[in-house]
């Protein structure tokens, strides 16, 4: 009996592992993409809009705009930084820069992040973890170039970051602004 719950839980575990890999889907390209659709009712394309630029000049204030921000859509370059090691000696592994593009119309809006490329990290004569330079891959061609273990790691991690972004994204396009309240000013020579 116990053997058995082992084994379906290794097979459950297994299977949570490789969730955030199928996230990622190929495009008409062969690359990988990761695309989203939401409806937001009652909020217009410019509210939505200027609502995506605050997100992006706020929560990823290093994102290169490729599309003047006076356009309806936001086309932008960012990157973000791949771990590995136990949680004490955890040290940057690499990045995976990636191309940004979101459109919004009346009440939705959709976005997709594709573009993914990875630059693995080495440690520099300071002790300091830097890009290697001319290592950059494509992370459709990953698999020939790294072991699938890492390729696997790589792709879960990207596939995981996707997934937040896209529900951080949600989140911060329905909040309304709250408006500053202003402060009572209180008269201690009138009574």
């Given at each position: 009996m116990n053997r058995n719950l082992i084994i379906l839980l290794l097979i459950f575990l297994s299977k949570l592992s490789n969730?955030?890999?199928?996230?990622?889907?190929?495009?008409?390209?062969?690359?990988?993409i990761y695309y989203g659709v939401?409806?937001?009712?009652g909020l217009s394309a410019d509210t939505l809009h200027n609502r995506g630029l605050?997100?992006?000049?706020t929560l990823f204030p290093r994102v290169v705009f490729k599309s003047p921000l006076k356009n309806i859509n936001i086309l932008?370059?960012?990157?973000f930084l791949t771990y590995s090691g136990s949680s004490v000696f955890k040290h940057e592994q690499g990045e995976v820069n990636y191309s940004l593009n979101i459109e919004f119309k009346?009440?939705?809006?959709?976005?997709?992040?594709?573009?993914f490329t990875y630059i693995p990290y080495e440690r520099d004569?300071?002790?300091?973890?830097?890009p290697k330079l001319g290592k950059e891959m494509a992370l459709e061609s990953i698999?020939?170039?790294?072991?699938?273990?890492?390729?696997?790691a790589y792709l879960n991690e990207t596939g995981l970051f996707c997934k937040q972004f896209a529900e951080r994204l949600k989140i911060y396009l329905l909040n309304i602004p709250k408006k500053e309240e202003k402060l009572k000013k209180i008269v201690?020579?009138?009574?």
């Open positions: 969730a955030q890999q199928e996230l990622l889907s190929f495009d008409e390209h062969n690359k990988y939401n409806e937001m009712q605050l997100f992006l000049k932008c370059d960012g990157k009346d009440e939705k809006y959709r976005f997709w992040l594709t573009n004569r300071y002790g300091n973890f830097v698999n020939n170039e790294l072991s699938k273990k890492e390729s696997d201690t020579d009138k009574w």
